[in-house]
């Protein structure tokens, strides 16, 4: 239902722009998001955007990333600028009524099969 494009290798300094296409119904009716996740880390949100449209961003990205929404193609993106290798890592887009949750623990949603995600999209910054 969430299909995450758009990742790839880019140098340090550079930008990527990620974007998740979603079912109409769970566009409208859910918090957005993206989380990433590097081998040996625990998953950690990222940014994510509210039925309302508030964004929220985690303090490691935040003045770099931007995520948004496109009503008109069902799609969220995330706009990645100043990339840092510290950004290396999979790339989830998740669907849930939690925004706080997808912030704050998106592992424990996942694990426990709560909400909507993807299958990831690689990001490297070398």
């Known amino acids: 239902q969430l299909v995450e494009s758009g990742g790839g290798s880019v140098q340090a300094g550079g930008s990527l722009r990620l974007s998740c296409d979603a079912s109409r119904y769970t566009f409208s009716a859910y918090c957005m998001g993206w989380s990433r996740q590097t081998p040996g880390k625990e998953r950690e949100g990222v940014a994510a955007?509210?039925?309302?449209?508030?964004?929220d961003y985690s303090d490691s990205v935040k003045g770099r990333f931007t995520v948004s929404k496109d009503m008109t193609k069902n799609t969220i993106h995330l706009q990645m600028n100043d990339l840092k290798p510290d950004d290396t890592g999979m790339y989830y887009c998740?669907?849930?009524?939690?925004?706080?949750?997808?912030?704050?623990?998106?592992?424990?949603?996942?694990?426990?099969?709560?909400?909507?995600w993807g299958q990831g999209t690689q990001v490297t910054v070398s």
């Open positions: 955007i509210d039925s309302d449209d508030s964004a």
């Open positions: 998740a669907a849930t009524s939690d925004c706080l949750a997808l912030m704050t623990n998106p592992g424990y949603l996942e694990a426990l099969g709560i909400g909507y």
